[in-house]
């Protein structure tokens, strides 16, 4: 079973989920597939778990790279789960873009190409946001597209991370806004 638990964050609502082996979900409440992999029954209740994400999140919010980790259970196919393992691999106030992710697992997958669109349905999926830091991705062309938390909490988690934004932009219109 799960346990979840509420964070208040400077940029809203979080909502926590964790299970015997670990953190399961960190959603901002409302995001695009809020409480995705929840169980459909769960209890309201500190863990040790959430406990150590709250200082991790607190941390984090301060302005600070956190200098410890909280074990974190993710939950899902293959292809998320090498895409979400790659977001892991993004240092703080980096970013890294959907093509290059692609680049990666068609590597690792001896395929001549992989599809950046595939890769951002992954992206979008990640149900620990933040901590398996998604909000790091962005169009090869410097758009900020694609968070299911919204386009302004990703520039304002990049601009916490002390990002130079200047290579970025929101597009005016398109589907992964």
Known sequence: ????????????GILLASDEAGLTGLWFEGQKYFSFHTDEETTEKETAFSEQAKRWLTVYFSG????????????????QMEVWKILSSIPYGQTMTYGEIA????AQRNLPRMSAQAVGGAVGHNPVSIMVPCHRVVGSD?????YAGGIEKKVRLLTLEKVDMTR??????????
């Open 1 to 12: 079973m799960q346990c979840v638990s509420h964070f208040e964050s400077p940029m809203g």
């Open 168 to 177: 970025f932009f929101v597009p005016k219109k398109g589907t992964a806004l």
């Open 142 to 146: 410097g758009s900020l597209t694609g």
């Open 64 to 79: 600070k790279e956190p200098d410890f980790a909280v074990p974190v259970h993710l939950m899902g196919t293959d292809f």
């Open 103 to 106: 680049k990666k697992i068609a």
